[in-house]
Nanobody, 118 residues
Framework: QVQLVESGGGLGQPGGSLRLACVAS????????MGWYRQAPGKQRELVAQ??????NAADSVKGRFTISRDNAKNAVYLQMNSLKPEDTAVYYC?????????????WGQGTQVTVSS
């Protein structure tokens, strides 16, 4: 199992930046993939960006604006969000995906609110 604690949400201005952090309760080197998802009111949760030991991927809607990174020594994953847009407003969730015999198990943080508004 793994516990995830997010921080860094809040109010950002259009065109501005915010940085989210997620700290895991175990070494992220033992975790198959770490990612950020978001859920806006009335919408389904969607993948924002994901990182494994050797690659990253991001949703088309955030490519060129958001960057996911990891610090193995701190068991942390970050989401740098630049050029914010009002449509980025959502609750952002950190995700850890572990490989198990039957497939994968997903673990979630409590979520952090990001609001983009002038």
């Amino acid at each position: 199992q793994v516990q995830l604690v997010e921080s860094g949400g809040g109010l950002g201005q259009p065109g501005g930046s915010l940085r989210l952090a997620c700290v895991a309760s175990r070494s992220i080197c033992t975790i198959y993939a770490m990612g950020w998802y978001r859920q806006a009111p009335g919408k389904q949760r969607e993948l924002v960006a994901q990182i494994t030991s050797d690659k990253t991927n991001a949703a088309d809607s955030v490519k060129g604006r958001f960057t996911i990174s990891r610090d193995n020594a701190k068991n942390a994953v970050y989401l740098q969000m630049n050029s914010l847009k009002p449509e980025d407003t959502a609750v952002y969730y950190c995700n850890a995906r572990l490989l198990v015999a039957a497939g994968t198990n997903d673990y979630w943080g409590q979520g952090t609110q990001v609001t983009v508004s002038s």
